[in-house]
Antibody, heavy 119, light 108 residues
Framework: QVTLRESGPALVKPTQTLTLTCTFS??????????VSWIRQPPGKALEWLAL???????YYSTSLKTRLTISKDTSKNQVVLTMTNMDPVDTATYYC???????????WGQGTLVTVSS | EIVMTQSPATLSVSPGERATLSCRAS??????LAWYQQKPGQAPRLLIY???TRATGIPARFSGSGSGTEFTLTISSLQSEDFAVYYC??????????FGQGTKVEIK
């Protein structure tokens, strides 16, 4: 059974760095072809893809947010971590992680974690 | 960057009727397109991948078609549980893996 769960702070202040962790089970990120993405969704708005990391530790980022994002993995802990620097109120959103076999569709998603940016 | 445009923004349909949702890519994405369903307060759920293949457990009333730049999601006979927001996403030419802005299917 594949599951993913996002964790991290519910509230961050402007200019702070956000660190989110995706803890998953039911698959391994050391398996050839396996990938994990981060996606976010501001309240009432559309989904926005942020970043992806693959089994070979290759990393891909949103072109508009590339300078602020870092994605990493800890295969032994079955975790993927996303950091976003210089947080702003417009970054308030629900952040999801999802599994992407062979870099394709997102077939399993976490339940999401709401992050609010406010002083 | 490939831009995905969905239409209409809102679709009002009566239960039992057919719903047709469109997704257009600004350049060809071959068949590397997925459709997701999202209900309020829930994570998106994969419905269709490869433009036309239903994901595991997805009812046969959901079908996807198209390739290149024009794609369609059809719900043949809307059930009460199908009223939701639907997103398309391309994964052909990335990064970024772009989503459309969504189509809300509401009860008429």
């Amino acid at each position: 059974q594949v599951t993913l769960r996002e964790s991290g702070p519910a509230l961050v202040k402007p200019t702070q760095t956000l660190t989110l962790t995706c803890t998953f089970s039911g698959f391994s990120l050391s398996t050839s072809g396996m990938c994990v993405s981060w996606i976010r969704q501001p309240p009432g708005k559309a989904l926005e893809w942020l970043a992806l990391i693959d089994w070979d530790d290759d990393k891909y980022y949103s072109t508009s947010l590339k300078t602020r994002l870092t994605i990493s993995k800890d295969t032994s802990k079955n975790q993927v971590v996303l950091t976003m620097t210089n947080m702003d109120p417009v970054d308030t959103a629900t952040y999801y992680c999802a599994r992407n076999p062979y870099g394709g569709n997102s077939d399993y998603w976490g339940q999401g974690t709401l992050v609010t940016v406010s002083s | 960057e490939i831009v995905m445009t969905q239409s209409p923004a809102t679709l009002s349909v009566s239960p039992g009727e057919r719903a047709t949702l469109s997704c257009r890519a600004s350049q060809s994405v071959s068949s590397n397109l997925a459709w997701y369903q999202q209900k309020p307060g829930q994570a998106p759920r994969l419905l269709i991948y490869g433009a036309s293949t239903r994901a595991t457990g997805i009812p046969a009333r959901f079908s996807g078609s198209g390739s290149g730049t024009e794609f369609t999601l059809t719900i043949s006979s809307l059930q009460s549980e199908d009223f939701a927001v639907y997103y398309c996403q391309q994964y052909n030419n990335w990064p970024p893996r772009t989503f459309g802005q969504g189509t809300k299917v509401e009860i008429k």
